[in-house]
């Protein structure tokens, strides 16, 4: 099912969470929906699910415009944020709750929460309590309510955040593996670039509850439409000198001046250069910085460069017998170097 927002906002009192929404999600698809905390993404959601009224706009689902349905006619799963199990229930009963509540006979339900606990891989753990699982289990089952009702539209909000870092990753990958067996359209709300970044097929850039960019993890990490959406994808976080590009040259507000690997770019107006760490390259005819540390990374080193009176990050080949303390030249390649305009924050 594809989902459409249009020029949805949201206002709590005077305070705008949602501002303007414009944004399509493809139908299959796992979108992330990433930003900083506070900036709307579960204002979005709980719009999304019918939680929350908007105050403005359109929401469809498909050709269905659902902007003033109640949450039970939407066809959505929810688990949110805290992932709240009922208690008192077993997960068995807590997987048949929603079909329930549409009254479903026992023997279909019976059947449906076999296959959803099999899919999650819950299947031994049916009659115990929530009290009684992990923190990882806990999310299977609440994943599993959400799903059981065959929803036409999945949203997660944040639900890894109360997991450690191990089974983070592998409970990531359980959901891409969920998602992709029942192709159902999934937003998953993430302040976790990386996490966005390996788990999406579009990302939802989002700030102040304002649309950044809409698109693939690759095109947001490559073709970054504003400083935000430069500096908030990619570790370590992206590299930004202060200047002016002018006849193919970026002139740092230290006075050292670096050629532009794409010269045709002039700003005329104070701009941030931002350099991507894989962007350098040793290269005799470059321009000549100090390497004042160094960090070995498995097969790269991990470098801070002086340029003038500026310090860059930069990753340099292992084998190049670079020591700390040299003078090397280095040369920008042109995929992960961006100019912004330092006001506006706009690509130049
Ligand atoms: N019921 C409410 N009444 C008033 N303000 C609210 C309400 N719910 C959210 N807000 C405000 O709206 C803004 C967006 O909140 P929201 O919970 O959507 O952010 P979020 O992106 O989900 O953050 P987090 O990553 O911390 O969960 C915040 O400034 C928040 O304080
Ligand atoms: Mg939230």
Redesign the pocket.
Known sequence: MQVDLVHVT?R??G?T??DDFTATLADGQLVALL????????????MLAGI?PVTSGRIRFDKDDVTHWPPERRGVGLVF?NYALYPHMTVAQNISFPLEIKKTPKPEREKKIGEIAAMVHVEELLNRRPDELSGGQQQRVAIARALVKQPRLLLL??PLSNLDARLRLEMREEIRRVQRETGVTTVF?T?DQEEAMSISDQIVL?RD?KLQQCDPAQTLYHNPANRFAAEFLGNPPINQLHGKASSGRFKLSCGAEIPLPNPATDSGRPAIMAVRAEAFAIDDGGFPCKVSELFEIGKEEMASLKIGGETVRAYLPLEGGIRKGDTVRVKLKPRGVFLFDEETGERI
């Open positions: 949201k709590f009192g305070a969470a949602v930003g900083p905390s506070g900036c709307g993404k579960s204002t979005l959601l709980n929350l944020q909000d944040e709300v302040h989002m509850g």
